[in-house]
């Protein structure tokens, strides 16, 4: 490890996961502790992050975890609040939390449209909202927010909610980005495709699956060039570097991390 983050405070939203293993928001938290930052992990269920906070401490790194709900405006204000006068300070902002619903616009419920925008979507908008003026005040500061190939192209399943809100993410960062720019902050977007972490047996079989979790991986792995999906260490990869001073020239971005499936024909 380079140390790219010593001396740096780091937070991460969804920073738990829905199981064992390497989720995006879990790998990204420990990359960022393992490369020397202290990392403030976010989750609405505390409980999700404690394979994160036992890996971290098992590699010597510094992790606090704390409870959020991403969609409660005056939450958010009281954490980045709480976390400025601990540290004094937020370096990076990692705004990872995010899920999907199938359907499109007849069978969609109205109330899943919009508990789907608000998670996706209006959670990113209410961290920057918070955390801009923190880096804004100490004239840096790098911000990657998580989109998905579900944002840029149709991945195999209607899912329009989700579709739209990781469309929107991508749009969000870019404007943010021009608009930071001259004040020291960068904004860049990863876009991952169809990892394999474990949410795809959690949740995505049994929506879309029946529940055979290997009639689902092999579907999603039919559409992938390389032949074999990623983790969330590969997601972590990319964003550990548009986070790092490795990318000081970089910013109104997206990394695509799909194993070429964004570009593919058919």
Known sequence: MTERFAGKIAVVTGAGCVGPGWGNGRAIAIGLAQEGATVIGLDRDP?????????????????????????????????????????????????????????????????????QIDTNL??????????????????????????????????????????????????????VAVQYAAKGIRVNTVVPGQMHTPMVEVRLAGQRAGGDVQALVAQRLSRIP????????????????????EARFITGTELVVDGGMSVRCG
């Not at 590699?59 to 006068?85: H, K, M, Q, S, Y």
């Not at 003026?133 to 579900?150: C, D, H, I, K, Y």
């Open 47 to 115: 409980a999700s992050m404690t394979e994160t906070a036992e890996r971290i401490a098992a590699a010597g790194g510094r992790f606090e975890p704390l409870t959020l709900n991403v969609t409660d405006a005056a939450a958010i204000a009281r954490t980045v609040a709480a976390i400025v006068a601990r540290h004094g300070r937020i370096d990076v902002l990692v705004n990872n939390v995010g899920g999907s619903a199938p359907g499109g616009p007849v069978e969609m419920a109205e109330e899943t449209w919009d508990l």
């Open 122 to 175: 209006k959670s990113v908008f209410l961290m920057l909202k918070h955390v801009l003026p923190v880096m804004e005040a100490q004239a840096s500061g790098a911000v990657v927010n998580m989109a998905s190939t579900s944002g840029i192209r149709w991945t195999g399943a209607a899912q329009v909610a989700y579709a739209a809100s990781k469309a929107g993410v991508i749009q969000l960062s870019r404007v």
């Open 226 to 245: 390389v032949g074999f999906a990623g983790d969330g260490r590969d997601t972590a990869n990319a964003v550990l570097f548009l986070a790092s001073d």
